[in-house]
């Protein structure tokens, strides 16, 4: 198969596997345990928080693990309850595990004001300043978009609640292993992640937690992740998640560079063979290997369906909304228009593609813009 979908989610890496399978069959002691077991399995959680840590440049106390990036996200949004400022700024390009979730706290008296995006599928600082209330207690923005692979200025928005003390969480789920991500620098209060996205396996997350943050458990039961997150640990995926944060954050120049090559070799070839197609996202604040591409007069259901049959896996939208031929939310949020939108493909490349697989891709992306074209 030639798998251009690496948003969607990633293979695991090799490297990955061997350790996840050693730790299952060798190591499934209970972390709570005190036997020697246990204890191993303890150890090598807590290797992978530090691992976790340094690849994010945060302490490893600030870690916590989750079952996925929607619960980590689920994890912040759920404390608006607790608290006394229960308005939320975020945007209206967040992934459904933020905007949905603020639509279910509604009940709770949770409100929220999503800020608009322009045509590049970015951010205005001041729109987020100027949706502060009193009431404000979070605000929530994603590092870079799923779909479009639009980096957010983050820094801008955390200068803005810091002068305010509004507590600051990005959803940075598509960026480890693409962008250099640090806590520290970035100066965010709270940070998502999932494992599936960097080489990691599926089910496994974590959340930066800054210290002198407590957040209340989402999950409630025994006392683990420092009673953030209650549930006997999956020991081998999070020890994967660890390998998998270690391997992204020292090979980041390495798979940057891979990425915008790949990027940049598709990017020319698909202009020489339609010349007419629309690169949508930013010019620059872009995450590499992610393109974002209409084809005007396609629809993108038969380009997928065509592809697919040369053993082609790409996306018309998010993960979560493929199987729908509904415009993309996040494409109409940016004031693309239906018939572009429904002709619109995300390919996302990954460290394991070549240029060789690049060629591929728009030669059978030519033969199927030529067949649809002539079966018209
Ligand atoms: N946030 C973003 C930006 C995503 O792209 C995704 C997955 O598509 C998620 C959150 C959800 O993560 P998970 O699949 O680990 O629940």
Redesign the pocket.
């Known amino acids: 198969m030639y798998y251009f979908d690496h948003?969607?989610t990633t293979p695991l890496h090799p490297k990955v596997k061997e350790l996840m399978s050693e730790v299952g069959e060798l190591h499934f002691g209970n972390p709570s345990s005190v036997h020697a077991s246990g204890q191993k399995a303890k150890t090598l959680i807590e290797t992978a928080r530090g691992q976790m840590a340094k690849a994010i440049g945060c302490n490893s106390n600030e870690v916590v693990f989750t079952g996925?990036?929607?619960?980590a996200?689920n994890l912040v949004l759920w404390n608006l309850i607790h608290q006394m400022k229960k308005h939320v700024i975020t945007s209206v390009i967040e992934?459904p595990?933020v905007l949905n979730v603020l639509d279910n706290l509604g009940e709770f008296g949770v409100t929220y004001t999503a800020v608009g995006v322009d045509e590049t599928g970015m951010v205005n600082p001041n729109d987020v300043q100027n949706a502060i209330t009193e009431k404000t207690g979070l605000i929530t923005i994603?590092l870079a978009?799923?779909e479009m692979g639009t980096i957010q200025p983050i820094a801008d928005i955390v200068a803005i609640a810091k002068k305010q003390s509004i507590i600051l969480h990005t959803?940075a789920?598509?960026s480890i292993g693409k962008i250099p991500v640090n806590a520290k620098e970035l100066g965010v209060d709270c940070m998502?992640f999932?494992a599936?996205?960097f080489y990691g396996p599926?089910g496994v997350?974590a959340l930066f937690v800054s210290k002198g943050l407590k957040l209340k458990p989402l999950i409630i039961g025994g006392n683990q992740e420092r009673r953030m997150r209650a549930g006997t640990e999956n020991t081998s995926g999070i020890a994967g998640l660890g390998l998998a944060a270690e391997l992204a954050a020292n090979n980041i120049h390495k798979t940057q560079t891979h990425l915008n090559e790949l990027a940049d070799a598709f990017k020319s070839q698909i202009t020489y063979i339609c010349p007419n197609a629309i690169f949508n996202g930013h010019p620059e604040k872009q995450l590499p290997g992610l393109i974002n591409v209409s084809f005007p007069g396609f629809r993108n259901d038969l380009l997928m369906i065509h592809l697919d049959r040369h053993g082609i896996a790409v996306s018309s939208g998010?993960?979560?909304s493929s199987g729908d031929i509904k415009p993309s939310r996040i494409l109409s949020e940016m004031g693309i228009k239906d018939d572009i939108n429904n002709s619109t493909l995300r390919i996302s490349f990954g460290y394991g593609n070549t240029l060789k697989d690049v060629e591929y891709l728009t030669r059978c992306i030519k033969s199927t813009l030529e067949r649809i074209r002539s079966a018209a």
Do not use: I
């Open positions: 948003s969607a996925g990036g929607t619960e996200n992934h595990a994603m978009n799923n959803d789920v598509q998502s999932s599936h996205k599926k997350g998010s993960a979560c």
